[in-house]
């Protein structure tokens, strides 16, 4: 699913860093999500913006504050991360968060917390 | 919340080959979709397939909704096919949550 692009694809950062993810769809999708995924498992949802709102945040710490500037971007703000929130991280959108509609991925950030 | 389940857990395959992936989940959907997530990291949408079947190239998809199963066929496989295949559902109670298996993790072996 190359329509939802995200930035950057990797990322290397120290626990006193402060980084942040971008995504972004032109596809008119009005609910976007982060999802955490490690290795060998399947994604976990992280948030839901839907219409421009935060709608759902599973219990993620602090530490992980998303971001929704407008109906096409969505951004992952990190600060003083641990070593085990290395992860892939991706991003996904639906045309809206009602009516069970499919889900469409980015290719994901890599990052890495030394 | 909803449960699902896939299997195998591990298919090997020789090249060429042809072979099914299951998927059960314990309470009824508003959504299903099957995802290839390749060794790169990227999950691919295969099928939006809440109910039918569809086919699209030597992959095809069959959801029974009423059994609460869906299936994945490969068919002639190729070692691109190899990588994660994951089933993700959407339960009637969250509109939003989509609910991943554990995957089934396919090597095609040249």
């Known amino acids: 699913d190359t329509e939802v692009t995200q930035t950057p694809k990797h990322l290397v950062m120290g626990m006193t860093n402060k980084k942040s993810l971008k995504c972004e769809q032109h596809?008119?999708?009005?609910?976007m999500y982060w999802y955490k995924q490690k290795a060998k498992k399947p994604p976990e949802l992280m948030f839901v913006?839907?219409?421009?709102?935060?709608?759902i945040n599973e219990s993620v710490p602090s530490r992980f504050s998303p971001e929704c500037p407008n109906s096409s971007l969505l951004n992952l703000h990190l600060h003083a991360l641990q070593p085990e929130d290395s992860a892939l991280y991706l991003c996904?959108?639906?045309?809206?968060?009602?009516?069970?509609?499919?889900?469409?991925f980015g290719d994901g950030t890599r990052l890495s917390i030394l | 919340g909803i449960q699902v389940e896939q299997s195998p857990p591990d298919l090997i395959l020789q090249e060429g080959a042809n072979s099914t992936l299951r998927c059960n989940f314990s309470d009824s959907v508003n959504n299903l979709q099957w995802f290839h997530q390749n060794p790169w990291g990227q999950l691919i949408n295969l099928f939006y397939i809440p109910s039918g079947t569809k086919q699209n190239g030597r992959l095809s998809a069959t959801t029974v909704a009423t059994e609460r199963y869906s299936l994945l066929y490969i068919s002639s496989s190729q070692t691109t096919d190899s990588g994660v295949y994951f089933c993700a559902v959407v339960d009637r109670s969250n509109d939003y949550k989509l609910s991943f298996g554990a995957g089934t993790t396919v090597t095609v072996r040249a």
């Open positions: 996904a959108s639906s045309q809206d968060n009602g009516v069970a509609q499919p889900q469409h």
């Open positions: 913006y839907s219409y421009e709102k935060l709608s």
């Open positions: 596809m008119g999708h009005r609910a």
